[in-house]
Nanobody, 121 residues
Framework: QVQLVESGGGSVQAGGSLRLSCAAS????????MDWFRQAPEKEREWVAQ???????TYADSVKGRFTISKDNGKNTLDLQMNSLKPEDTAMYYC???????????????WGQGTQVTVSS
């Protein structure tokens, strides 16, 4: 069974930084692409970034150049470093595991519980 546990959310002023983490097992890393999504109130869940099984990374245009997705090998976590945060980045952030590497919410096989990020202006 795949379990994903996010941590690291919080509140920050615009221009600040936050780092999110998603704990996953080594089995998960070997088998699945790993994604971050976010969902703001009354909006659809939005894909943010992906790390493939071999370590390739891709980003949504809205976060490119500001967010970095990576694996912390020591902690076995999928991290999302978020810099230059904007109020429009405010959302619940979710970690997901994706066998098909499809980057679409309805193709994700497993989800974490989410962690809230709030950016004030």
């Amino acid at each position: 069974q795949v379990q994903l546990v996010e941590s690291g959310g919080g509140s920050v002023q615009a221009g600040g930084s936050l780092r999110l983490s998603c704990a996953a097992s080594e089995y998960t890393w070997r088998r699945y692409c790993m994604d971050w999504f976010r969902q703001a109130p009354e909006k659809e869940r939005e894909w943010v970034a992906q790390r493939t099984r071999i370590g390739s990374t891709t980003y949504a245009d809205s976060v490119k150049g500001r967010f970095t997705i990576s694996k912390d090998n020591g902690k076995n976590t999928l991290d999302l470093q978020m810099n230059s945060l904007k109020p429009e980045d405010t959302a619940m952030y979710y970690c997901a595991a994706d066998l098909a590497c499809g980057r679409r919410a309805n193709s994700m096989n497993y989800w974490g519980q989410g962690t809230q990020v709030t950016v004030s202006s």
